[in-house]
């Protein structure tokens, strides 16, 4: 992004980030405290001579391995880095958050984990259950998709360090609880996460045959908007991500209608603090791997309402994903989704919460609203709202509709 538009892009964030609206980051008001915490950051190594250059002697860079690097600094450093991804690297984040040293150093050598995570095969890819999927797909509804983007993004922002950021997870927890009423197999939990008090939300569907397999499709629920002061930030963050994780709530509302009973497990999952270095979704899928629960396949929805593409409705990322879960999903469109086209690109780095269960060794896919180079633009802004996307959720549902096709198929 050049020094304009990225000008321009300031520009729309809204009053409360005039301060910094004109200028490159200025890193003289980086200035952290001395009680202020250490925190490590995995980056791509290419970032180093930047990194290093601005933060002078507030970064220390700690390890190198595989074009992957981790660097240690204050908490108050993310935010700059952020800004400075963003700027110099077009990356929207382009880092993960650690807590401490093992954690980062674990993310650096787990080559292991994601080369079985994109290679391996999880589960049976075999297109089979047509007289189910065929029965739900039409009972999808934009609408209802549409009604809980507006909800969610009608928060000022779900930003995770926010007040706002926990009442749109009960929300969320409520909403579902409430589309599962009468389902004792059927439950609706927090998993709270110690550093910050946004929790992710989880629904399980207990499986009624092998319950130890687990089938998750997820996406995050927090919003931001700018770099600083998040908080209070009015982020609605309809496209980022209140679509998908509406999309999800309308494949619970489906399933639930049709009162399906599972034969595996099953889990919906809206996570924390994904905008902030994929930190929610980091502690669940680690808990999971350190549960040594098997999961089978994830799905990640995040962005599913911006059409961006003309040839394209729905584009599977292929970085930090599984290549026959992904194949499979693009045989459940061709099979399900007539008239739809879809195709592959890739983010260029761990863009969103498929990557910490990549990370982990588990099998995930992220098919996406569009190719990068379409993006919605006015994501992490104030204008990040339905009204991008003519005020409809049409694109959504076709989302919906992969995404009750994917858990129907491995459900077999
Ligand atoms: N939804 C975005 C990821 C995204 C943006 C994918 C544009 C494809 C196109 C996600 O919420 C996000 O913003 N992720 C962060 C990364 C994270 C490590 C902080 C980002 O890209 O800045
Ligand atoms: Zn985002």
């Known amino acids: 992004m050049n020094k304009l538009s990225m000008m321009l892009l300031v520009m729309t964030l809204g009053s409360g980030l005039s301060a910094q609206a004109h200028e490159d980051v200025d890193f003289s008001k980086f200035q952290p405290k001395s009680n202020e915490k250490d925190v490590f950051l995995t980056i791509d190594a290419d970032a180093l001579t930047s990194a290093k250059s601005n933060f002078k002697n507030n970064l220390e860079i700690m390890e190198v391995r595989d074009g992957l690097a981790i660097i240690k600094t204050k908490e108050s450093g993310v935010e700059f880095l952020s800004h400075m991804m963003h700027e110099e690297f077009h990356r929207c984040g382009g880092f993960m958050f650690h807590d401490n040293i093992d954690e980062a150093t674990t993310e650096l050598f787990n080559a292991d984990n994601r080369a079985l995570a994109s290679k391996a095969i999880f589960a049976n890819y075999t297109i089979d259950q047509q007289d189910t999927v065929e029965k739900l797909l039409p009972q999808v509804q934009a609408s209802e998709i549409e009604s809980s983007i507006r909800k969610l993004s009608s928060f000022k922002n779900r930003y995770y360090q926010a007040d706002t950021g926990v009442q749109s997870q009960e929300w969320i927890k409520q909403r579902w609880l409430e589309l599962a009423a009468g389902r004792s197999d059927v439950k609706v939990e927090f998993f709270d996460h110690a550093s910050w008090k946004q929790p992710s939300v989880i629904m399980t569907i207990e499986g009624a045959v092998n319950p130890e ?58 996570y924390a603090a994904e905008e902030v270095g994929l930190r929610g ?132």
């Open 213 to 270: 397999e687990v089938i998750i499709v997820g996406g995050h629920a927090d919003s931001i908007s700018g770099y600083f002061g998040g908080a209070s930030a009015t982020a609605p963050g309809a496209d980022d991500n209140a679509s998908g994780m509406s999309s999800i709530t309308e494949v619970i509302r489906v399933l639930m209608q049709n009162s399906y009973r599972p034969n595996k497990t099953i889990q919906f999952m809206g």
């Open 281 to 412: 979704s980091k502690e669940v899928a680690a808990s999971y791997k350190n549960a040594g629960k098997n999961v089978i396949g994830v799905m990640q929805l995040d962005m599913t309402n911006f059409k961006g593409s003309d040839e394209f409705d729905i584009v599977m990322m292929t970085d930090f994903t599984n290549a026959d879960q992904n194949e499979f999903l693009g045989k459940i469109i061709d099979e399900y989704l007539e008239g739809l086209n879809w195709g592959y690109d890739k983010c260029g780095y761990g863009c969103s919460d498929h990557a910490s269960w990549h990370s982990n060794g588990f099998p995930a896919s992220m098919p996406f609203e569009a190719r990068m180079k379409e993006m919605n633009k006015k994501i992490h802004t104030a204008n990040d709202t339905i009204e991008i996307s003519r005020g409809t959720a049409s694109h959504a549902a076709k989302f919906s509709k992969l995404a009750v096709a994917f858990v129907v198929e491995l459900d077999r």
